[in-house]
């Protein structure tokens, strides 16, 4: 893994820090008699790496399809940097600095690892249907930028000898850090990323670890839902921990370790399952 970052990876941060990088308010979402959402209401402040941990079934997946216009919430605020971005679409949610991970993988497996990244650059190039098609001097123009940073971001996330391979000669892991060199062409301000480790050997784990806290050190917000507790707690500052729809307890990671709730939650999660 390298340590080079392109410079304008690094978003534009708000000066004003009196508002969290994003609120979430009495969120809310039913899908018939099932409450996914019941009131969820927690905070990313700005710079941090939050996790957010909760027993299967809780709501955290919902809760990101809530915030990224992926899934509409039956009620409550979702807010960044003080604007409400709920009645945006997920393509307005990203540019509004939003970026997430999906819990199933997403790469186009006969695509090659530079154009996976490349591709997720598309909707943010400001070409026109024209420029595309008539490939014209804007679109060379822009074509060259949008291969150099996804190169520079690939090797960001330690996949710059995987340039030409076939995505789907990828492991788990590294498609991971695919979809994440490709959320990072939009240099984002927050990041949500779903499971980054499930299913993910204890080596690359590391290395998503150490990629993540290399980031977030360059100034990217993360919020991180993960069962994987061990990994969660030693990267996050603050841990978000939800249970039935809403947020059950919040704090530094060994103020969660050691309320007797959080146990609870799991501990019943495990019965009732
Ligand atoms: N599209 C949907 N239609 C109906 N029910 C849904 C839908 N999506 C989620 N649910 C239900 O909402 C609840 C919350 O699901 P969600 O996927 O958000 O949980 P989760 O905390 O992400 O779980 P996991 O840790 O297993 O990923 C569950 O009871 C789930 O079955
Ligand atoms: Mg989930």
């Known amino acids: 893994m390298s340590n080079a970052l392109p410079q304008d990876v690094v978003p534009v941060s708000a000066p004003d820090n009196s508002e969290p990088l994003l609120k979430v308010s009495g969120l809310s979402r039913n899908y018939g008699a099932v409450r996914a ?39 409550g ?34 695509f090659s690892v530079l154009e996976n990244a490349m591709i997720g650059m598309q909707s943010f190039d400001g070409l026109s249907v024209w420029d595309t098609v008539l490939r014209n001097r804007r679109y060379r123009q822009v074509e060259r930028n949008t291969r150099q940073r996804a190169v520079e971001l690939l090797e960001t ?54 990629t993540l806290r290399m980031l977030n050190e360059k100034g990217i917000t993360f919020l991180v839902i993960e069962h994987n507790i061990q990994f969660v707690m030693n990267l996050s500052d603050r841990i978000i921990v939800m249970d039935r729809g809403r947020c059950l307890a919040s704090g530094s990671p060994s103020e969660v370790q050691a309320d007797s709730r959080v146990l609870d939650a799991y501990l019943g999660g495990v019965g009732d399952g």
């Open 157 to 210: 996330v330690g996949l710059k000898d995987k340039l030409r391979e076939p995505a789907g000669n990828l492991s788990y892991g590294q498609k991971k850090l695919l979809a994440l060199a490709g959320i990072l062409m939009s240099a984002p301000k927050l990041i949500i990323l779903d499971e980054p480790v499930a299913g993910v050997n204890p080596t690359l784990t590391h290395e998503i670890a150490a």
């Open 77 to 110: 605020t979702v807010e960044i940097e003080g604007q409400p971005i709920n009645e945006l679409s997920p393509d307005g949610v990203a540019r509004a600095g939003i970026m997430r991970t999906f819990q199933a993988i997403r790469v186009f497996d006969r």
């Open 37 to 75: 959402l019941d009131g969820l209401s927690f905070e990313v402040p700005e710079g941090t790496i939050t996790g957010m941990i909760g027993p299967n079934g809780c709501g955290k997946t919902t809760s990101v399809n809530c915030i990224t216009g992926f899934d509409t919430p039956s009620g």
